[in-house]
Nanobody
Framework: QVQLVESGGGLVQAGGSLRLSCAAS????????MGWYRQVPGKQRELVAR?????STNYADSVKGRFTISREKATVYLQMNNLRPEDTAVYYC??????????WGQGTQVTVSS
């Protein structure tokens, strides 16, 4: 069973927008801070956005003002605006715990062209 399923990625031009969705099917996810991570080949995963169970948000400086994380029931969203080529990565959702929930989803590829 897959508990975290990301979708919504794609190929966009710089300046474009995408909305990512994460279906987080386990009930305990609703009690946890959730985040969006991204990973480029050869680099470790980077947390770019976080949202608590109460709706408070935090963002990495690199995406602040451009990305918005939100959650509704069992889905976590990432609205990505004014995309840049350096945003190109595979995007994953997971708990913001140390360590995160151990079964990562497949991720969704975001590619931003110049």
């Amino acid at each position: 069973q897959v508990q975290l399923v990301e979708s919504g990625g794609g190929l966009v031009q710089a300046g474009g927008s995408l909305r990512l969705s994460c279906a987080a099917s386990l009930s305990f996810f609703s009690l946890k801070p959730m985040g969006w991570y991204r990973q480029v080949p050869g680099k470790q995963r980077e947390l770019v956005a976080r949202i608590t169970s109460g709706g408070s948000t935090n963002y990495a400086d690199s995406v602040k003002g451009r990305f918005t994380i939100s959650r509704e029931k069992a889905t976590v969203y990432l609205q990505m605006n004014n995309l840049r080529p350096e945003d190109t990565a595979v995007y994953y959702c997971n708990t913001v715990d140390n360590p995160p929930f151990g079964s990562w989803g497949q991720g969704t590829q975001v590619t931003v062209s110049s």
